[in-house]
């Protein structure tokens, strides 16, 4: 290894950018299953939030999934139009905006059911590996929050 000080600016050094690719490319994946139940990936993941809690408040899904409420509210929005969730202030407060996932929401469940499964069939990577790489970036995660 080179005692260059510019090395640390060699792409092959950079633990970011192989994250970062490999996040485009999993999407790139999703995006053929995704499209035939007219979702992005963001709205996928915040679906899958939705199914799993039924209502939350915006900042609790900003939470799980890690994103802001600049990007939540826009995104709650399209899906609202979509008819796949419903937006209601809280009464008890009503700076909070709770969502909850409608019967066309819940629906679409079931057309998604098989997409972890058919994505997963694209990644070569053995279950100790993926189980080793999913821990590992869950601790990155966390670290990082």
């Known amino acids: 290894m080179s005692n260059n000080k510019y090395d640390c600016l060699k792409l092959d050094n950079q633990l970011c950018f192989p994250l970062y690719a490999c996040a485009r490319e999993v999407v790139r994946l999703y995006t053929p299953y995704l499209n035939e139940l007219d979702l992005t990936y963001t709205q996928y993941v915040t679906m899958m939030v ?29 899906l609202e139009d979509k008819g796949l969730v419903t937006r209601v202030r809280s009464r008890e407060d009503e700076r909070n905006l709770i969502v909850s996932v409608t019967e066309k929401g819940e629906a679409l469940k079931d057309r998604a059911v098989d997409i972890p499964a058919r994505l997963g069939s694209c990644i070569r ?10 821990t590992l970036l869950h601790k990155l995660l966390q670290s990082l929050s």
């Open 50 to 78: 939705m199914w799993e809690h039924k209502a939350l408040t915006v900042k609790a899904a900003g939470e799980l999934l890690h994103l802001d409420s600049g990007t939540l509210t826009p995104l709650f929005k399209k």
């Open 125 to 134: 990577m053995d279950p100790s590996e993926t189980m080793e790489l999913y």
